[in-house]
């Protein structure tokens, strides 16, 4: 008999978890070799559709698992999402290289965001080992600002590299506003007064 439910816990480092059968019921173990055709990688809240297996030891293991279509079309979805947001953060910071090589932006502009990108990325590091391990979390506020401050390029990259922040809406929506704030206080400098502004800050920055 084929069963539907609901993954969780899931362990992507491990490729383990569990899924809550629809209608109610004992949760099923899933590993990641029992899917029959691993289009993408499975997440907290995936719809799955199975069949149960009594293993020797009288645990439940779930085989036969496939994604239902809608799943697949969000799953697909997801990924255009992803390579988007890839294009979007390598060219702007091939642009920021660029017009620092050119003389268009200061240099200690890149130096903070490379800083800044590093600091976020370990943030999300930090953050994500706390969650496994049930110690003090970074707040979610913390993590916004990191990016505001010109991280967002290494928040990206934590997202997509540790797989962590990178499902939840909320989360995600607010981390966009961040970046296209970020982004347009980079085009300011581009401006007449942008121009005049990003030179003072050179010379503070130089002592002089």
């Known amino acids: 008999m084929r069963n539907q439910g609901e993954i969780t816990n899931w362990n992507d480092e491990k490729g383990y978890g569990f899924v809550e059968p629809n209608g109610g019921g004992d949760r099923v173990f899933v590993h990641i070799k029992s899917f ?5 990688r499975p997440i907290d809240g995936d719809l799955i559709v199975y069949r149960v297996v009594k293993e020797k030891g009288g645990r439940l293991r779930a085989t036969n698992i496939t994604f239902p279509q809608s799943q697949k079309v969000k799953g697909q979805l997801k990924g255009n999402q992803r390579i988007l947001g890839s294009i979007f953060t390598l060219s702007f910071c091939v642009f920021i290289v660029a017009a620092t090589v ?51 390029p290494g928040a990206f990259y934590a997202q997509n590299k540790l797989r ?38 050179s010379n503070i920055w130089q002592g002089g």
């Open 102 to 152: 050119f003389g268009k932006l200061p240099i200690q502009l890149l130096v903070i965001y490379a800083f800044a990108s590093m600091l976020t990325f370990l943030a999300y590091a930090m953050d994500k080992s706390a969650a496994k391990n049930n110690r003090w979390r970074t707040k979610e506020s913390t993590l916004h600002l990191f990016g505001l401050l010109g991280g967002w």
């Open 36 to 40: 029959e055709r691993r289009a993408r």
């Open 164 to 201: 962590h922040k990178s499902i939840k809406a909320e989360f995600l929506s607010v981390f966009w506003i961040t970046v296209v704030l970020n982004v347009g206080s980079i085009l300011y400098l581009f401006t007449e007064s942008g121009v005049k502004y990003a030179a003072l800050i």
